[in-house]
């Protein structure tokens, strides 16, 4: 890859800078010479396991309802709890 010697201008302002990249390409700005392998060995998942018991009639409905959505019944809780709490939260 040919180095790139551009240099990204300094913006007065936000709609300066988005004035410039409305014309102008990044890729023009970029130089694959300067990347360096990064490594993040202590990044933990942003998702935790949990168990709740619910009544099995309950858990039945979900994944009746799940597969009516070709989703997993999983994926469904969570987005029903995702919403009620976005509902809680708005009242």
């Known amino acids: 890859m040919k180095k790139i010697d551009k240099k990204i201008p300094r913006f007065k302002n936000e709609n300066e800078e988005r004035a410039f990249w409305a014309t102008h390409s990044p890729l023009d700005y970029f130089n694959a010479g300067n990347l360096k392998r990064a490594s993040f060995p202590k990044l933990k998942p942003s998702l935790k396991s ?42």
């Open 50 to 91: 949990i168990s709740i018991r619910l009544p099995e009639d309950m858990l039945a409905e979900l994944k009746i309802l799940a597969n009516k959505k070709d989703v997993p019944y999983q994926s469904l809780a969570k987005v029903y709890l995702a919403r009620q709490i976005s509902l809680e939260r708005k009242s």
